[in-house]
């Protein structure tokens, strides 16, 4: 009787914890699911993004490597040419007066096509000029320096090589600044800083020149756009008198 009455006790009170653990149960099993979705919600995520990046990446890549060619010619090469030009005029307005010096420029505008063509050649191949690629951002700079028509005073203070693509973005903006300070600017002296901060590169060309520049023009947006390409910033301070190019550039190893 006994064992009796204690079954018959047993049955509501397995009732009550079947009650009781269902819910608990089924709770147990959802939190277990969240836990699992959002262990596995980062990683789907990080997957999906990679597939965009390589997606947009294969389907943006020819267009951007024009667009790289086009900033390279236009910063570069044309730069060059943009120089030759100044030595041939120069060359023909001496002509009749300084015979000696025409000769001087002409043999100096020779040399500079030259070297222009060695330059679109590199380039047509997607590679950097040669000098920056063999011997680093300080001699590259210091060549085109010593053939500006306004006098350069260059500072590169670099203990080491920089990544190849901020090498290059830090040598066109100064190629494209000091072309702009000879054409424009009316400039008779111009500095080059150059220096490593942290993780940034800082390139910054100052003239005492009449001032005035336009960040929206052609050749400093394309500038622009290539700094920015690079996760940096491009900043014109169009003072008067004087004229200050900034770029801050990463260029952590």
Partial sequence: ????????????LGLVI???????????????AHLARGLLAPSERRRVADLERT???????????????????????????????????????????DPAGARAL??????????????????????????????????????????????VALDVQLDRR????TEAAAYFVAVEALTNVAKHSGAERCRVHIARRGGR??????????????PAGAGLTGLRQRVEALDGRLTVEPARP???IRAELPCAS
């Fill in 162 to 165: 920089l990544p190849a693509a």
């Fill in 1 to 12: 009787m006994d064992r009796l009455a204690e079954a018959l006790l047993c049955v509501p």
């Fill in 242 to 244: 004087g004229t200050t």
């Fill in 55 to 97: 997606r947009a990446g294969a389907v943006d890549s020819q267009a951007s490597e024009l667009q790289r060619i086009e900033r390279d010619l236009h910063d570069g090469a044309q730069a060059r040419l943009v120089a030759l030009a100044m030595d041939l005029g120069m060359a023909q307005e001496k002509l009749d007066s």
């Fill in 18 to 32: 079947a009650a009781v653990a269902a819910p608990l149960t089924r709770g147990a099993g959802t939190g277990l």
């Fill in 201 to 214: 590169l800082r390139v910054e060309v100052t003239d005492d020149g009449a001032g005035g520049a336009d």
């Fill in 106 to 151: 002409v043999a100096e505008a020779h040399t500079e096509a030259k070297r222009a063509l060695v330059e679109l050649r590199d380039l047509s191949r997607g590679i950097y000029p040669a000098i920056l690629t063999d011997r680093g951002l300080g001699p590259a700079l210091s060549s085109i320096a010593a053939r500006n028509p306004v006098e």
